[in-house]
């Protein structure tokens, strides 16, 4: 999809997290509600005996609520590689008692196995690896090894390795083109063909998404050479993994268009039912549906999650027996080319017109990880059990939810505590409760959930839970629960009184710093302060990359003295130019207040001039009048009046500090690159 203006979000973190300004305003009531809105809310209420109570919110009326219990039974997967162990586990599950089911028959990670295949996602985290011994570009991971090549005969020719913690790596066994040159390759014992792809691979670049990229990241293009799907593109890393091991090939050709350096550009296979529309008709090779389905998808609106749409803007869709609502768009991305879309139908418009506004659930970080393991791995009945979960809860938002109670670690961390809903679907449904309890608040307690996506630290828990629930360990997020979330934000040159600090008389690191970049390593253990509380006001030393950079190499040369003087020239430079920059911008506004007044008051003069002058007043004689002028020294002569005088002068006032004050501000401008160059 291409976008003429740059008007995209940034690239979104691996949990599709939205930046915090379009959360800001979203969690009003419905902008209005007119008087149709007695029917809606019947609707909406519970009315299954026994059904969990909804908690209403007085601000924030919650418009969701369980109807029906979940009477699902149907334990569809779809018919991937990867879901070749779920058929017995989601039968297995259909027998157990809701609630209970998921935590003992999820089938865990480890560090040497972990639960699941992450394509097409990297992962940062560290665990095994394994690779052909001739070809290892060939990165498969762990739980692909086990499923598909363990055990086989091309096993012995597979060497592991265990990655390191923070190292960006993703599995090529499931990139479709691999697929098919592995099922030959492995045959033959012949992986030449498997490794000039993966050697070629390697040299193009990724797909960008749907966040988009614009021209100067250089992304080669390609589009259909019929034109049948107007605006449709595909990167060339998609155009590799998907469309050549499609009947579609010939059907795209290099995008004629030129991408202009302000137009934004998405990669239209990034979308998961575009993905899942290529190979369904590329198998019954029919492009027409393909380009139909394209079509159709494209024109549809991007959900905006967690925000409040315009009821009549968008169609809307919603699970049988379930009062859960989704956008269309949400519904054709979850649903199209699944075998999950016999579980949904149209909510008609006439049922939501109480309210001017409307929220698509499924916009929800948690409900999108919910469907994902439901669409992987553990079949529909786990997503329909995580809606009702949702459904019967208030919203976890960016403001302050009133709830009776909260979940909060076994071994209490202050300040962290998570809502019903977030503890249900991310904690509850993957055997993590016993690490939580329950804090009741008869009455309610107004708290943030410290996993909604904007809150500090939340983004760094959820990727933490993602690692947890691949490796199954989970004081990985107890630990990281711990250190992270009573730490200040750096106070990078700002001086800060009251906070930790570790580091020397020569430099001194924050707390977030220290955790970010200094534990652990080697030459932490020559600091004077650990862990130490200042009382005089303190600025932070190694926030920029510069210094970062300089300490990660003084620790690979073991040299701590070398580290020690680059901190004192840097410090010399700091007191020659941030404490001058700040007079010069203290006195800068000063002058600008000063300026803004001497305009003013030489407007007014000018103004009195203007209507006091002989030339403005009405001659009623008929006979001319003899005329005088004024002046002074610097302003020059011939004004009609004193006023016209005085406004000059002020105005020539105003122009010289404005004057002076350009000086000044090319000074601070130079001591700025000066501070810069050394930051
Ligand atoms: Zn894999
Ligand atoms: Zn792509
Ligand atoms: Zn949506
Ligand atoms: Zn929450
Ligand atoms: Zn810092």
Same mark, same amino acid.
């Given at each position: 999809m291409q976008h003429e203006s740059p008007s995209l979000p940034p690239q979104t973190p691996p949990l599709n997290l939205v930046p915090q300004s379009q959360y800001a305003?979203?969690?009003?009531?419905?902008?209005e509600t007119n008087s149709a809105s007695s029917s809606s809310a019947e609707l909406l209420t519970?009315?299954?005996?026994?059904?969990t109570p909804v908690h209403q919110?007085?601000?924030?009326?919650?418009p969701y609520a369980v109807i029906?219990?979940?009477? &699902?039974t149907d334990t569809d997967t779809p018919?991937?590689?990867?879901?070749?162990?779920l058929s017995e586990e989601t039968a297995n599950a259909n027998s157990a008692s809701p609630g209970k089911?998921?935590?003992?028959?999820s089938p865990k990670g480890s560090?040497?196995?972990?639960?699941? #295949?992450p394509y097409p996602d990297e992962i940062k985290f560290s665990t095994k690896w394994h690779y052909l011994r001739n070809v290892p570009k060939f990165q498969v991971c762990s739980y692909c090894f086990t499923q598909h090549?363990?055990?086989?005969?091309?096993?012995?020719?597979f060497d592991s390795e265990m990655s390191l913690q923070g190292e960006a790596r993703n599995c090529k066994f499931q990139i479709p083109r691999v697929q098919q040159l592995w099922t030959t390759s492995k045959r033959s014992k012949d992986f030449e063909a498997l490794k000039a792809l993966l050697e070629h691979r390697a040299g193009v670049l990724p797909c960008y998404g749907e966040s988009g990229t614009t021209s100067a990241a250089g992304v080669k293009w390609f589009s259909p050479i019929s034109g049948d799907i107007p605006g449709f593109v595909v990167c060339e890393a998609c155009y590799e993994d998907y469309i050549l091991a499609s009947?579609? &090939?010939?059907?795209?050709?290099?995008?004629k268009e030129k991408q202009t350096s302000n137009a934004i550009w998405a990669c239209d296979l990034s979308l998961r039912s575009i993905e899942r529309a290529l190979k369904h008709c590329s198998e019954e090779n029919d492009w027409r549906k393909f380009t139909s389905f394209a079509s159709k998808r494209l024109k549809l609106p991007k959900c905006v999650s967690y925000e409040w749409l315009p009821t009549e803007s968008v169609k809307w869709y919603q699970p049988k027996s379930l009062d859960y609502i989704l956008c269309e768009t949400c519904y054709i991305d979850s649903t199209?080319?699944?075998?999950?879309?016999?579980?949904f139908e149209p909510r008609p418009n006439e049922l939501l017109k109480g309210r001017k506004d409307w929220l #698509?659930?499924?916009?929800?970080i948690t409900m999108k990880l919910a469907w994902e393991e439901a669409y992987q791995r553990r079949g529909y009945n786990h997503w329909f059990e995580q809606a009702q979960i949702m459904g019967s809860n208030l919203l976890c938002t960016a403001s302050p939810v009133n709830h009776e109670k909260w979940f909060v670690l076994a071994n209490h961390v202050q300040n962290f505590q998570i809502c019903p809903s977030c503890y249900g679907v991310l904690i509850m449904s993957y055997g993590y409760a016993p690490y939580f309890k329950e804090q009741n608040h008869p009455g309610g307690a107004e708290k943030i959930c410290?996993?909604?996506?904007?809150?500090?630290h939340a983004n760094r828990f959820l990727e933490k839970l993602s690692e947890v629930i691949f490796v199954n360990d989970f004081s990985l997020l107890q630990n990281e629960i711990e250190t992270w979330t009573n730490v200040h934000p750096c106070p990078r040159s700002e001086g800060v009184v009251g906070r930790t600090f570790y580091g020397s008389d020569d430099f001194l690191i924050c707390k977030e710093c220290y955790e970010n970049?200094?534990?652990?390593?080697?030459?932490?253990?020559?600091?004077?302060?650990?862990n130490t509380i200042f009382t005089k006001a303190n600025k932070c030393d190694l926030y920029s990359p510069r210094m970062r950079a300089l300490w990660a190499e003084a620790c690979t040369k073991n040299d701590y003295d070398g580290f020690i003087l680059i901190c004192r020239q840097r410090q010399e430079i700091y007191l020659q130019t941030i404490p001058v920059i700040k007079a010069i911008l203290t006195q800068q506004r000063i002058r600008l207040s000063r300026q803004k007044m001497l305009n003013a008051s030489s407007n007014f003069y000018n103004f009195l001039n203007s209507t006091t002058a002989p030339s403005s007043q009405i001659n009623y004689t008929g006979y001319s009048q003899p005329t005088y002028s004024y002046g002074a020294a610097g302003v020059g002569y011939g004004f009609e009046t004193q006023f016209g005088v005085e406004g000059a002068r002020l105005g020539q006032q105003a122009s010289n500090l404005a004057f002076e004050g350009g000086g000044d501000i090319a000074r601070a401008k130079y001591l700025e690159e000066v501070w810069k160059a050394v930051e």
């Open positions: 305003a979203s969690f009003k009531p419905a902008s519970p009315r299954r005996e026994g059904a919110n007085e601000r924030d009326p919650q029906y219990p979940s009477q &699902v018919s991937s590689s990867r879901s070749t162990i089911r998921y935590v003992t028959l560090r040497n196995i972990i639960r699941d #295949c090549i363990e055990g086989t005969d091309v096993a012995v020719s009947t579609f &090939v010939n059907q795209f050709e290099v995008y199209a080319f699944s075998p999950f879309d016999k579980y #698509c659930l499924q916009g929800w410290s996993f909604f996506p904007t809150v500090r970049a200094v534990k652990g390593t080697v030459l932490e253990s020559q600091f004077t302060y650990s």
